[in-house]
């Protein structure tokens, strides 16, 4: 059974940081991405970040510069580092695994979410 462990998130203020951790276990991902994607209330499911299996890195543009993915030697736990936290920055971040997620902003498999707030 897959399992994507999410930790982090929180309340903030403007300009604050936060660091979000995502674990996978229960099967070899060999081969696949690892991303972010958000939420925010009222809105569709947008992609943020991804790192693919060879180690490049892609992020939507609402967050270059300002957000950091990376991912531990083996390859299971990815983060995302997020600097100057905007009010626009509020939603639900949601980790995902995929094969291609750069490539087709999508995903295979899903963490459980972590609300992100950030007040003015």
């Known amino acids: 059974q897959v399992q994507l462990v999410q930790s982090g998130g929180g309340s903030v203020q403007t300009g604050d940081s936060l660091r979000l951790s995502c674990a996978a276990s229960?099967?070899?991902?060999?081969?696949?991405?690892m991303g972010w994607f958000r939420q925010a209330p009222g809105k569709e499911r947008d992609f943020v970040a991804a790192i693919s299996w060879s180690g490049r890195v892609d992020s939507a543009d609402s967050v270059k510069g300002r957000f950091t993915i990376s991912r531990n030697s083996a390859k299971t736990t990815v983060y995302l580092q997020m600097d100057s936290l905007k009010p626009d920055d509020t939603a639900i971040y949601y980790c995902a695994v995929g094969p291609r997620i750069i490539a087709t902003r999508r995903a295979e498999y899903w963490g459980q979410g972590a609300q992100v707030t950030v007040s003015s």
């Open positions: 229960g099967r070899t991902f060999s081969g696949h991405s």
